[in-house]
Nanobody, 126 residues
């Protein structure tokens, strides 16, 4: 399974970006998916997760109310809509896939994901 993020870039504080994560498989619908981010000198941080069939979603405390995770199984793609961006959102954003999900679980720790993309840089200026 290959995952490819896109949509990162430089944006002013208060602005918006939409990240995409394209999967290289038709079995995308069966995966639980997540977004994580990592900034320089910090550990990888949970951002958002979504279950199979979009039955459940979860967000990290720092992004609740500003970010929205979604998926389009017909396009084998997951999205992260990021609004009201802040300088502290600056990081490399990674998408991740859990292939073992059998229900509508979502996962919030990096160790629960077996497949990762290479990341896309998001920089928010003040």
């Amino acid at each position: 399974v290959r995952l490819a993020e896109s949509g990162g870039g430089l944006v002013q504080g208060g602005g918006s970006l939409r990240l995409s994560c394209a999967a290289s498989t038709q079995h995308f619908f069966s995966f639980a998916m997540g977004w994580f981010r990592q900034s320089v000198g910090k550990d990888r941080e949970f951002v958002a997760a979504i279950s199979r069939s979009s039955k459940g979603t979860m967000y990290g405390d720092s992004v609740k109310g500003r970010f929205t995770i979604s998926r389009d199984d017909a396009k084998n793609t997951m999205y992260l809509q990021m609004n009201n961006l802040k300088p502290e959102d600056t990081a490399v954003y990674y998408c991740a896939a859990n292939l073992a999900s059998t229900g509508h679980e979502y996962y919030t720790t990096a160790g629960e994901y077996g497949y990762w993309g290479r990341g896309t840089q998001v920089t928010v200026s003040s």
